[in-house]
């Protein structure tokens, strides 16, 4: 049966055909677990500690938080060049991290599996990319599929069929074109990091910090301008949210309702499938008797993620559920653009979180979000102003993450093609 990729370089279109290997035959050892002991503060005279939090969702280190681990470890405990680790228990089983030199001396913490590669056999960075193919995924779901909690053991790693070029100069092309394209994704992925990190410390210097009653940084034309206010929430809108719609209201088609998971993909610009509706003879009658939200009102989560606010655009056509989500009603002259940055704002979002941690389960009640404080411009065209430059950023950050959604698109088209597909098999 044919058992190699659609697209092939052309130095190797006369080779044999791709062999599928398990991994263990490919290594240099029986695939090995980590050290199983708790994380400590960081400290230099202690190993730094891997846990599967401390690798992204691309399967680098974040080297965000660094922690130690309390133990003499050996050098066999230590990662090193070409080593790969793979989570083997929870939520993240399958998740793959490729160690590298510039990522310091790391031990890996007992839930986490670490395959050596034999470099006779494998290259280990065309392993770490078939490690985010379907292939390898659909394998994942359906071997941790256990009753309980999902796991894959060192054993069934082992067993981890894999698609191999007849050469390793084959192998090595292969890997070194997608690692020239996670180079590209990276440095692009930097670039967003960078722009919200900029629009993170602009927010700082145009709204006021704490003590302070204008922002350090004030536009020219508003100098001499009157100080900034403090208002409560409640000042300007009505706060309160949804009429109930039972359960069994619910339909499979007809108008959207959202909840709070709905409210977060919608306030980041994910795309998402609706997946409860409501009829549409239901969702007149409850405009007709009690409202919707209007363009320029808020959305807010209450329960669960907090701090999430989604500001209704004028085509919006949804129902939404009561208490999981609170409904600011504009009522009162003030830029509704500028009120959606101020509620990203750190003076807000403190706000919030000291409110929801004195309850047993963390809520924005509607009762805390009337009595929320904000900063308010005295002037409408000031507002708009400050609205209008963070608006600027936001749409810098949105190109350059839709260039970056784009290359992550191509990698992935670029792999069906580079590694055999089921089709071809």
Not at 15 to 42: I, M, Q, R, S
Not at 137 to 164: D, F, M, T
Not at 170 to 187: F, G, M, P, R, T
């Amino acid at each position: 049966m044919k058992n190699s990729p659609k697209l092939r370089f052309p130095e190797f279109v006369n080779d044999k055909e791709w062999e599928e290997k398990t991994l263990g035959k490919c290594l240099l050892k029986h695939p090995d677990y980590g050290v199983n002991a708790a994380a400590v503060p960081f400290s230099k005279n202690l190993p730094t500690y891997l846990r599967i939090t401390d690798i992204s969702v691309d399967g680098y280190y974040l080297n965000n938080e660094k922690v130690s681990v309390n133990i003499d470890a050996t050098s066999d405990n230590y990662l090193e060049e070409g080593d790969i680790v793979l989570a083997r228990t929870g939520a993240s089983v399958g998740k793959s991290y490729k160690y590298r030199k510039e990522d310091g001396a790391l031990v890996f913490a007992g839930f986490l599996i670490r395959v050596k590669p034999d470099k006779t056999k494998l290259n280990s960075d065309l392993l770490f990319h078939f490690l985010s193919t379907e292939k390898y995924w659909k394998w994942v779901n359906v071997v941790s599929a256990r009753s309980g909690q999902p796991g894959i053991n060192g054993n069934e790693y082992a067993n981890l069929p894999i698609p191999i070029p007849s050469t390793l100069n084959e192998q090595q092309k292969i890997a070194d074109c997608l690692s020239s394209v996670d180079y590209l994704i990276s440095a692009q992925s930097q670039k967003v990091e960078l722009l919200k990190e900029h629009k993170k410390a602009l927010m700082q210097q145009l709204f006021p910090q704490d003590g302070e009653e204008v922002p350090k940084l004030r536009f020219p034309e508003f100098k001499n301008a009157p100080k900034w206010e403090e208002k409560f929430i409640e000042d300007f809108f009505a706060v309160g949210s949804s009429k109930r719609v039972l359960q069994e209201e619910w339909t499979s088609q007809g108008v959207p309702f959202y909840r709070t998971r709905e409210l977060v993909s919608l306030s980041k610009n994910e795309p998402f499938g609706s997946e409860i509706f409501i009829s549409e003879e239901l969702f007149l009658e409850l405009s007709k008797k009690y409202g919707i939200p209007s363009a320029g009102d808020f959305l807010v989560s209450g329960v669960g993620t907090l701090g999430i606010c989604y500001q209704v655009q004028n085509n919006d056509k949804f129902y939404f559920k009561d208490g999981n989500v609170i409904w600011f009603k504009l009522v009162q002259k003030l830029n509704s653009n500028y009120f959606k940055y101020c509620f990203q704002s750190d003076h807000i979002q403190n706000q919030i979180f000291a409110q929801s941690s004195a309850s047993t389960v963390g809520t924005y009640t509607i009762q805390n979000a009337k009595k929320t404080k904000f900063w308010y411009p005295p002037t409408f065209q000031e507002q708009q102003k400050i609205a209008d430059c963070l608006i600027s950023v936001d749409e810098q950050i949105t190109s350059q993450n839709q260039k970056l959604q784009t290359l992550k698109e191509h990698k992935k088209a670029l792999m069906q093609q580079l590694f055999p597909s089921k089709e071809a098999q």
